[in-house]
């Protein structure tokens, strides 16, 4: 099965939750809150995976001011957010068995696209 999810917008940085953690400890748990919801919201129709999974993330930014492992660090708030939403019972090796990004540029709409794959064991 493959499943393709769009999330608007944009991700903070890695740079963003640095700062974020380093000016208080809520100030990073809200952070995290509120991505890892926005991806379980954009998950609500998603069906349920049962086999481990390879995931492709392609984060369309505005601009090209943030280098991309800058950029990819939002990854931890959507793999939470996919377990949270139960569409993937774990984000262990066990379950996801690969990750790959690209990047692109949309002035006009920003967003993550992520396309998950069910792979055999």
């Known amino acids: 099965m493959k499943l393709e999810i769009t999330i608007p917008g944009e ?10 953690a380093k000016n ?10 509120t991505y890892t919801e926005l991806v379980r919201l954009s998950c609500l129709r998603c069906p349920k ?4 999974v390879k995931v492709k ?8 001011m943030k280098d991309p492992d800058n950029v990819i660090a939002g990854q931890k708030f959507i793999f939470d ?12 090796r066990r379950w996801v068995k ?3 990004h690209e990047f692109g540029l949309d002035r006009r ?3 993550v696209e992520i396309e998950i794959v069910e792979v055999e064991e």
């Open 11 to 20: 991700f903070p940085g890695l740079n963003e939750i640095i700062d974020a």
């Open 24 to 33: 208080h400890w809520g100030q990073y748990n809200t952070m995290k809150e």
């Open 49 to 52: 995976l049962d086999k481990p």
């Open 57 to 64: 993330i392609t984060w369309y930014t505005k601009d090209l």
């Open 81 to 92: 957010g996919l377990v949270a939403a139960r569409v993937i019972p774990d984000d262990t």
């Open 98 to 100: 690969g990750i790959e």
């Open 109 to 111: 709409d920003p967003r």
